[in-house]
């Protein structure tokens, strides 16, 4: 917990710096570092035990079946969780948060699909058990920062 806690306000930085923002969100960063500690920390934890004990192998078959079931089950209701509790953290109604899904979930899991099969795949066969979590974390700060746009994108596009 302790660090997504730390890798997802990172990210959100990252993604300030990339777009050139001239002065830091620090509530912004905030919201991520909560949102990542107490949301994405546990569940993905649960997700790749669940997934190593339902595919104990290290096999290439193995690793493309959890690649693939992450993909259709965990990861739009990851993505769905984060575009509705990010808005609702940035205090908009329901109604706003439903919309930030609506225009967002699909550009973002399009992405998804392409990047986490190959990372997970990787993760599955070749990372040792005990290091696959801290191997997710390195890649998911990377895909905090491409979250981070998504969520700015609007404003950014306006500036």
């Known amino acids: 917990m302790v660090s997504y806690g730390t890798i997802w306000p990172t990210g959100c930085f990252l ?30 934890n649960i997700w790749l035990t669940i997934a190593g004990r339902i595919w104990p192998k290290n096999d290439i078959k193995s690793a493309m079946i959890k690649a693939i079931v992450e993909q259709i089950s965990y990861t739009p209701f990851a993505m769905v969780s984060f575009y509705f509790g990010m808005s609702l953290l940035e205090g908009k109604n329901m109604d706003a948060a439903k919309q930030e899904v609506s225009s967002k979930f699909l550009p973002t899991y399009k992405v998804g699909a392409v990047i986490w099969p190959v990372l997970q795949t990787i993760n599955y066969t070749l990372i040792p058990e005990r290091n696959r979590i801290p191997f997710v974390s390195i890649c998911s700060l990377m895909w905090s920062s491409f979250l981070a746009y998504m969520n700015r994108k609007e404003k950014i596009l306006q500036n």
Not at 19 to 40: H, N, P, Q, T
């Open 15 to 44: 993604q300030q710096i990339i777009a050139g923002e001239e002065k830091f969100d620090y509530s912004r960063a905030a919201r991520f570092s909560f949102f990542g500690c107490f949301y994405v920390a546990p569940t993905i």
